[in-house]
């Protein structure tokens, strides 16, 4: 069958059917008198049959059976002509077939009927030839034998029953089949259906007749027709294969399938309906074509499910509905993303685009200025609606019924949905990240007016591989209380009824706008806590990596994983029997059969828990279930000892058994077992407890020393960058000596052995063993770096390490490591050999033969400017940082580069580097000169890679400046190179007037060393047009600079101290524009009278460059579109300031640009000669112009795209249209948020130290007002809001008394309120109320032509929680001045309120309002706070830096060209316009102190190259010399009106804008260096003060008078307070400087953390101020008299004989430098608290204590009761 012959087929059908059909008038009316007596009648009649018939026989019995029907169809025309099989095939599109059908039954004579109706299968193909070969089966019946006595069981089984009274039954039953959804396939299926069954030539009987009537909203609801007879089906659905692939044509593609067995019965009666369904089993599974493949996939990605729907629908009444779902578990991995990735992509069609070459079409603009009819164009603003009929409006009415509301209900529960985020590869995946929620809602009345109630709890958790344990992400509700609770989270949606339009007010000043259509609510009343660890953000983002590359598709490299979940690995030397009938392990793959396994030495096996045999599942609320989690035992015996141990492996550790054994000199033999996980699965190591870790690029032998003392023996291979565990034997010898050789057979094995077990007595020991070659004469010595680290381990099974379980690890390393920094390769050469080794640009080597204090390196720069430079130096641990390299040919030429030298390792690291990359790209000849005016070094224009560039060695490391000269210029004024991420411009002047303008960009290399200076051309033309141009300066004599199509060149003005102009023109053509300035930032359209039409300028100014860019016009750039809409009137219009007036007729339009760009861009209009109007064509407006006293026009300005239409018209209507005013429109949907609060705690699980912990919590109580009939709220001023709190809380207590108060309450003289009627009757009458404001608010609205967004985080904080802190607030916004809360309302920290304007014709966003609000706070951190932060974000195990990716992405900056540097500072893209942009001022106070936490310092850690700037900021000069203390950084706010601006033009504007402001105010960070007391903070105060006496007055004047007495006097207590206040703090800053000084000459770390917590504890008063100070001063002296006797003692039991020593010398320092610091102490603290008392402004404190650590390291919930015990704990012991 062809789509001609199904064309045909249905169109002979339809002619067919409709033919004699009469159509009921619609006056038709059967009255229900008639219908009664027709059915009495009908009933009299069957009764009267019943007594006839009393016999029942079968009147009909019938049988059809067919044994196959195929269909075959195909594209195309008919082929019954043709007969040509081949050609059949050839378009063939499908093959439809059904095997064996067979339909029976017969009818009694009752009229009842039994039938029988089978279908063994029903198969489809893909019968395109392009299918041949590969799946084509789509679908078919599975082979599923059948109960009754073998056979294969049919595809579908349908009985039916009806009995004599019409009761009806039927039994549908279809068993598993297999379906294959091809989305392409099936859009093609439904293309060949979905054709014309039109008759080409339709009669008038035929023809359409369009009946289009609008309805009304009004209550209608459907109600169904129930049948009288019963009526019963029941259909069952087994388990059918739905299947989704990513590639048809894969014959191995992977797929998804859906399985699931479905129930389903209905029941009709009279009086109601009945239906249940019920989904069993209902899963999601991973599938292969390939058949083999598909036994391995035994992943799930949703678990097996089962969903209950019951539905009840009584006669005349409102549905109700029961959704039940229970555990939902459903598991994502990065390979089911893929998976869906690629198939979701599949469902598009693919479509082939027509791609063009050759010439594109070029438009004639030659009459683009011309005056043009409108009614030619077809504008979408000018379009008229089309009118309707008013009788269809009156007919609606009469049409409606309205029916009562019928109570319709749906209730939806989902007891537990469980998502699962694995990690992993294929299906080899463990589970990372748990989200487990629960669902409870409820929907009424979706017919009328819908309404949502529902809750949300959730619970999330990450899985700590470490412990085996899952952690909580989301916290429980009230900790860890036995009453906590699941986070919940209500949302709610409602439909609001329609009502009349917007309401002004009694008062004509507030409008009473309408409920929205629809309303979304989602509201959390619990604070949302989470807790984000360490491990949890190694968790985090390996999951955002990997499901990363699966959407973008990367194909990931194949991790080799062990078959099972746990491996055990025997390193001991030692045969080791596994005991399986003792532990909870068996043996994988073999789970019953074997009871013990011996492993012999390094050999494995698998294993498997015993009851992971069976499937694993994830239960209900995982976090509370693993409580009760006990740890896994694995029993081993050492068969050469007889010895039996239990193991406990569920976490992640290392454990010391001790074994019953010893050997001379007396050593006690043992085992470390070492769990560790990768990816989920657990490898437990047995092994010594002596590791070798080689760093070195060569394999090394171990050897250790026999019994007999005079031989070694081979123990094992060290591979490069690898661990090497050796055996017990080698480990417990008489010696504990082991020597090494590295695996090349040139070296013989070291001379000097490593004596492990010295590492007791001498931790910080290192050797450095001399391996010789075996031909002295062929070859250097070989040196290896041997430095040892021990590791004090748990011991067996306990929580306790000893001495005894200390583990050793042995490192290897170079003994120093060449890295080449700079952009071109250097040669090296050890002195002693002849061989020179070429080291490129980024790589590194280790000098394995180099010899610390005894071996010279010889270096070569190859080749820098066809020149040699050779620098020999000789090896040694303290070497200088300036290598000076020399000319091979021209003995004066010297280089100087900078050498980075390391040695945390325990080796040398020596980094070549130079400190200036100089590019040029300003295709002219520059010099670069430093202080020393003999130094110049030229940069010729054709070099393409850097200049080597720096200072001499004397000033290499202190401030730079250099000279720059172009070409034959003066030498510019010195700038500075040191202040990388800057911008700017140097100017060159000529002795002819000319000016050389270089824009200077300074770019920080990747690894920091490094600066990369581009010097660019400050005035850069881009050509983005498709042909050249051509550029003329004004008042020039030079002659026209081409600009190339698609290319950008360098401008180099000759007039800059004059009008700096260009005008521009086509190249080859003598028209050009009109002169325009390129000074300012700005946009415009140059007209020309030529087939172009205009150019279109953009100028991008910018601090180091000035970008013009030139483009073709295309239609919708020029400025305005003039359209005259009027009927009689002409509108005459002129560029302001110009004389040429013109003219626009009606029924005209004209597009306009400015005649004179450089002039006032406004244009000026009017009509009939009248007062002329002016419009700068940049604001969106509406308005009238009387023209005469009773003719009116409007114009109406508005945005059609990024063009700008001035229309003008008498039609209002076409006006307002036009404009599409949405202020008063009806919101079609508002979304509010509302979250009480969110808490964020960032801990360090390693160190178990919460580092931070931030907040964005609710307001106090706010008290507002409003009008009797108001719908606003408005909040009083802070005054009167402490008044009314304080008046309201006596109130409460005297009713809670049982006291009668008043009704009427007078406060503070002003206001008269009444709490019980929550009314104000003084000043003003309206209503109040008593409200908070949550901790985030955020509502959004959308309307027919406009979006809004409304946000507010009330308040923010961020809490230091380390124990120790300087500054236990690290952020919180500053408070109110009290002189400033009678003028000021409470404000949230952050507000922001976004209008965007939707236009259906345009593209262009338009925001008409963006304005971001963020007030005062401040910024509080120490250097404990910061190290503490680098620790939480660095990994356990960082990386190695790549310095080759490092220095590629260097040149890569290095060598942007001018056109890349052009797009990129004037990058095009989506432009949006911005009618007002407003971001608020910032205004700073940062504090920084150089003390703080000392514990989270690690000496062992090394520090990278890019942290060394961090370090050298922070301990800059020394400790009393970095302390900054409330330094006010203003930073003014950022405003645009009217303007075009794409998103990343705004974003680079507002960066620089704010950090331009920050660099500027740098110099406040001097005034505010502690040594100096701060005389920046003093100024402040004082000007603050006089501030506050200005204006305080004059608002409290318009107050009234007693108000302006009431300022007066609090100006003068503000005055007095910042006065005296800031200079009491000056002496207090500068004694507290001296104290921290001394506090740390007393060498004890201990003295210093306690003294920084007396410190931090703020005095209440000035009197406890004062007292505090006492005590610091009697303390001082009892404790350095003291420590002369404690501090010896106590080092001698914590070091030993050393510690002694130790002690002595503390003790004396403290007994001097403690009663200083004490003295100091004093009087710093009483001059703080004369401050404070001065003071007006309140302290801010933590939200809460740092969170209790359990010894087991497992994170918990945050328990407050914990918290403050562990506190007051704490405060007591120090």
């Not at 599938?287 to 629908?313: F, G, H």
């Not at 003392?709 to 082991?738: H, I, M, Q, R």
């Not at 002659?1039 to 086509?1066: D, G, H």
């Not at 109320?1329 to 809004?1348: D, E, I, N």
Request: aromatic share 8%.
């Amino acid at each position: 069958m062809s789509e001609e012959d199904y064309s045909m087929l249905m169109l002979v059908v339809n002619e067919n059917l409709s033919e004699g059909q009469i159509s009921a008038p619609s006056s038709m009316l059967i009255k229900e008198e008639n219908v009664t007596e027709a059915l009495a009648g009908l009933a009299v009649i069957l009764e009267d049959e019943g007594a006839v018939q009393e016999r029942i026989f079968t009147k009909i019995k019938f049988l059809f059976e067919m044994e196959c029907l195929k269909v075959q169809l195909c594209h195309g025309s008919s082929f019954l002509e043709e007969k040509l099989p081949e050609k059949r095939l050839a378009c063939s599109l499908a093959t439809f077939q059904l095997s064996k059908l067979s339909i029976a039954g017969r009818m009694q004579s009752d009229s009842s009927l039994e039938a029988n109706i089978y279908l063994v299968n029903c198969i489809l193909d893909d019968s395109r030839p392009s299918r041949i070969g590969l799946l084509t089966r789509l679908m078919e019946r599975k082979s599923v034998v059948s109960m009754r006595g073998g056979g294969y069981r049919n595809m579908v089984d349908l009985d039916f029953d009806q009995k004599s009274n019409g009761d009806k039954s039927i039994q549908v039953n279809i068993v598993n089949f297999k379906l294959v959804l091809s989305i392409e396939y099936l859009i093609s299926l439904a293309n060949f259906f979905a054709v014309d069954k039109k008759p080409k030539h339709p009669t008038a009987a035929t023809q359409p007749v369009k009946t289009e009537k609008k309805t009304k909203a009004v209550k209608s609801y459907e109600v169904a027709v129930l049948p009288s007879t019963n009526t019963k089906l029941k259909l069952k659905l087994d388990q059918p294969d739905i299947i989704l692939l990513e590639n048809m044509n894969d014959s191995n593609s992977l797929g998804i399938v859906l399985n699931n067995e479905m129930d389903l019965s209905v029941v009709i009666n009279p009086d109601k309906m009945i239906v249940a369904v019920t989904f069993s089993n209902l899963q999601l599974l991973p599938y292969c074509c390939n058949l083999q493949k598909q036994l391995d996939l035994d992943a799930e990605i949703l678990s097996p499910t089962t969903i209950t729907v019951l539905v009840n629908a009584p006669t005349g009444k409102g549905m109700h509905i029961d959704v039940n779902m229970r555990e939902i578990i459903i598991h994502i991995s990065p390979d089911t993303i893929r998976l869906l990735t690629a198939i979701s992509n599949s469902f598009a069609v693919n479509s082939v685009l027509e791609e063009h070459t050759g010439n594109s079409v070029i438009n004639d603009y030659s009459n683009l200025w011309q005056v043009k009819p409108w009614k030619d164009e077809g504008f979408w603003f000018i379009k008229t609606e089309l009118a309707e009929e008013a009788l269809n409006f009156l007919e609606e009415e009469v049409a409606v019924l309205e029916v009562t509301d019928l109570q319709e209900l749906l209730i939806v529960e989902i007891k537990t949905m469980i998502i699962i985020l694995e990690a992993g590869v294929g299906t080899t995946t463990v589970p990372m990240m748990l989200l487990e929620l629960s669902f409870t809602g409820e929907v009424r009345d979706w017919s009328a007016l819908l309404s949502v109630g529902s809750s949300l709890s959730v619970e999330a958790a990450y899985y700590n591989e470490k412990l085996s344990i899952w952690e909580p992400l989301i916290e429980t509700v009230d900790g860890q209380n036995k009453d906590c609770r699941s986070w919940e989270l209500i949302v709610e949606m409602h439909k609001n009824d329609e009502t009349n339009g917007p309401l002004l007010g009694d008062d004509l000043d507030e409008v009473h706008f309408q409920a929205a259509a629809m309303t979304f609510n989602v509201i959390s009343q619990d604070n949302l806590e989470l807790t984000v660890t360490k491990t949890a953000l190694t968790v985090i983002t390996s999951l955002a990596k990997a499901f990363g590359e699966a959407v973008s598709k990367q194909v990931q490299l194949k991790k080799e994983l062990p078959p099972s979940a746990y491996t055990v690995r025997n390193y001991t030397g030692l045969d080791i029997t596994l005991l399986f009938d003792k532990g909870d392990f068996l043996l994988f793959e073999k789970t019953d059969e074997i009871s013990e396994v011996v492993l012999e030495r390094e050999a494995y096996a698998s294993l498997i828990l015993k009851q992971a045999a069976q499937k694993k599942s994830f239960g209900k609320s995982v976090l509370k279930e693993q409580e009760s989690k006990e740890e896994h035992c694995l029993v081993i015996k050492l068969n050469n000892m007889n010895v039996i141990r239990e193991l406990y492996v569920t976490k992640t550790n290392n454990r010391y058994f001790q074994l019953p054994h010893r050997t001379y000199p007396g050593d006690q033999w043992g085992f470390v077992v070492d769990v560790s996980t990768d990816y989920g699965y657990k490898t437990i190591t047995l092994r010594s407890h002596v590791q070798v870790h080689n760093h070195l690029t060569i394999p090394v032998e171990v050897y250790y020393m026999t019994d007999r003392g005079n031989e070694v023996d081979f123990c094992g291979v060290a591979k490069p960058k690898s661990l090497l565990n050796l055996p017990l034997n080698a480990v417990y010898t008489p010696t504990n000596e082991l020597f090494f050789r590295p695996k090349d057979n040139g070296h013989t094995i070291s001379i000097v052995p490593f004596v492990w077990k010295e590492l007791l007595k001498d931790p910080n020991l290192r050797n450095v063993l001399q391996c010789n070659p075996r031909d002295r004469n062929d070859g250097l010595p070989l040196f290896i770096n041997v430095i040892g680290e021990i590791e004090q381990v748990y011991f067996e099974n306990s929580q306790k390490k000893t001495i005894a379980s200390t583990c050793y690890v042995i490192h290897l390393y170079p003994t120093a490591v060449l890295c080449n920094l700079l952009p071109l390769p250097i040669a090296y050469t050890l002195k002693g050999t002849n061989e020179e080794l070429l080291l490129r640009s980024g790589d590194t080597t280790e000098l394995l033969t180099a010899q610390i204090n005894a071996t010279t390196i010889i270096l070569t720069v190859v080749n820098y400017q066809g020149q040699n430079y050779v620098c020999s130096k000789h090896l040694k641990t303290q070497m200088e940082e300036v290598w000076t390299f020399e000319a091979v040919d021209q003995k004066k030429a010297t280089l100087d580069l900078g050498a980075h030298i390391q040695c945390d390792s325990g080796f040398i690291q020596i980094s070549i580097y130079c400190p200036f990359w100089m590019m040029n790209k300003t295709s002219l000849q520059l010099s670069y000169r430093t202080d020393d005016s003999t130094n110049v070094i030229l940069h010729a224009p054709e070099l393409t890679e850097p200049v080597l560039f720096s200072f001499r060695p004397k000033v290499f490391f202190s401030k730079k400046k250099v000279n720059l000269k172009v070409e034959k210029s003066e030498w510019s004024e010195k700038f500075s190179l040191d202040t990388v991420g800057s911008s700017g411009t140097v100017t060159c002047n000529t002795r002819n007037g000319v000016s050389y303008e270089i824009g200077v960009k300074i770019h920080l290399s990747g690894l920091g060393l490094s600066k990369i200076v581009v010097f660019s051309p400050f005035y850069l033309l881009v050509n983005k047009a498709n042909f050249d141009v051509e550029v003329h300066e004004t008042l020039s004599e030079n002659a026209w600079v081409t600009v190339s199509a698609l290319q950008c060149v360098p401008f180099w003005p000759k007039y800059q101290n004059k009008k700096k102009e260009i005008m521009l023109r086509v190249a080859g053509t003598t028209e050009t524009t009109k002169a325009f300035t390129y000074q300012n930032m700005h946009s415009v359209l140059l007209a020309l009278d030529n087939s172009r039409g205009g150019l279109c300028v953009d100028c991008y100014v910018m601090e180091s460059s000035t970008i013009i860019t030139i483009d073709a016009y295309v239609d919708g750039l020029a400025a305005v579109r003039l359209v005259n809409h009027c009927l009689t009137q002409s509108i005459e219009y002129h560029q302001s300031g110009l004389k040429d007036i013109f003219s626009l007729k009606p029924g005209e339009f004209q597009l306009y640009t400015w005649d004179e760009p450089s002039a006032v861009q406004e244009l000026v209009w009017s009509a009939g000669g009248n007062e002329p109007q002016k419009n700068s064509l940049v604001v969106d407006g509406i308005g009238e112009y009387k023209v005469f006293h009773d003719v009116t026009i409007y114009w109406v300005s508005f945005l059609d795209g990024i063009q700008r239409v001035l229309l003008f018209t008498d039609d209002l209507a076409l006006a307002t249209t036009a404009q599409c005013a949405g202020e008063l429109e009806r919101a079609d949907q508002e979304v509010n948020l509302n979250f009480f609060g969110i808490g964020l705690s960032l801990v360090d699980d390693c160190l178990k130290k919460e580092v931070i912990y931030l907040t964005i919590t609710s307001s106090g109580i706010v008290w507002e007002f409003s009008k009797l009939n108001g719908q606003r709220y408005k909040p009083f001023n802070v005054k009167e809001c402490q008044v009314l709190e304080s008046a309201y809380q006596k109130y409460i207590l005297d009713v809670k008394l049982n006291k009668k108060p008043k009704k009427r309450l007078v406060l503070d003289g002003k206001l008269e309120v009444d709490f019980q009627e929550e009314t104000m009757f003084r000043p003003h009458h309206k209503r109040i109320r008593r409200t908070f404001q949550s901790g985030f608010w955020a509502q959004f609205k959308t309307f027919p032509h406009q979006l809004q967004l409304h946000t507010k985080i009330n308040r923010l904080q961020i809490d230091n929680q380390l124990e120790d802190a300087v500054f236990p607030t690290v952020l919180a916004p500053v408070p109110i001045p009290k002189s400033m809360v009678s003028d000021t309302t409470p404000k949230p920290f952050t507000e922001a309120s976004i209008i965007l304007r939707k236009n259906e014709h345009s593209t262009v966003k338009q925001y008409k309002y963006f304005k971001i609000l963020i007030q005062e706070f401040h910024v509080k951190v120490d250097q404990g706070f910061i190290n503490a932060m680098i620790t939480l974000f660095t990994p356990e195990k960082p990386k190695e830096t790549d310095k080759l990716e490092h220095i590629k992405l260097d040149f890569k900056i290095a060598h942007t060209d001018l056109k890349e540097l052009a797009s990129i500072t004037a990058s095009q893209g989506q432009k949006n316009f911005y009618d007002l942009l407003h971001f608020s001022p910032l205004k700073v106070h940062i504090s920084f102190s150089m003390q703080g936490s000392s514990s989270l310092d690690d000496p062992k850690t090394p520090t990278q190259i890019h942290s060394d700037f961090i370090n050298l900021l922070l301990q800059s000069v020394g400790v009393t010399l970095t302390e900054i203390h409330d330094v006010v950084f203003k930073l003014a706010f950022f405003e645009r009106e009217h303007v075009f601006m794409t998103q990343q033009q705004l974003t680079s504007k507002v960066v620089s804008h704010y950090t331009e402001q920050g660099v500027k105010q740098l110099y406040v960070l001097v005034l505010g260096l502690d040594v100096i007391g701060n005389p920046f903070g003093l100024v402040t105060g004082i000007g603050r003060g006089v501030e506050d006496l200005f204006y305080e007055p004059f608002q409290g004047a318009i107050q009234g008078p007693e108000e302006f007495a009431e300022g007066l006097a609090l100006g003068m207590k503000s005055l007095f307070g910042h006065a005296v206040g800031g200079a009491a703090g000056v002496v207090s800053r500068i004694t507290g400087t001296l104290g921290k000084g001394v506090a740390a000459l007393t060498l004890d770390d201990e003295y210093q953390r306690n003294r920084r917590e007396a410190m931090n504890r703020k005095p209440a008063n000035i009197q406890e101020g004062l007292a505090r100070g006492g005590k610091s001063l009697v303390l001082g002296v009892f404790d350095g008299v003291t420590g002369v006797f404690v501090k010896p003692v106590e080092g001698a039991k914590e070091e030993g004989v050393e510690g002694f020593f130790k002690g002595v010398g503390k003790g004396m320092v403290g007994l001097i430098t403690r009663p200083t610091s004490g003295v100091i102490d004093f009087a710093s603290g009483s001059f703080d608290a004369v401050k404070r008392a001065a003071e007006i402004n309140e302290e801010t404190h933590r939200i809460r204590p740092p969170r209790y650590f359990y010894p087991d390291g497992i994170m918990r919930a945050y328990n407050r009761y914990e918290a403050e015990g562990n506190r007051l704990l704490k405060a007591h012991l120090f």
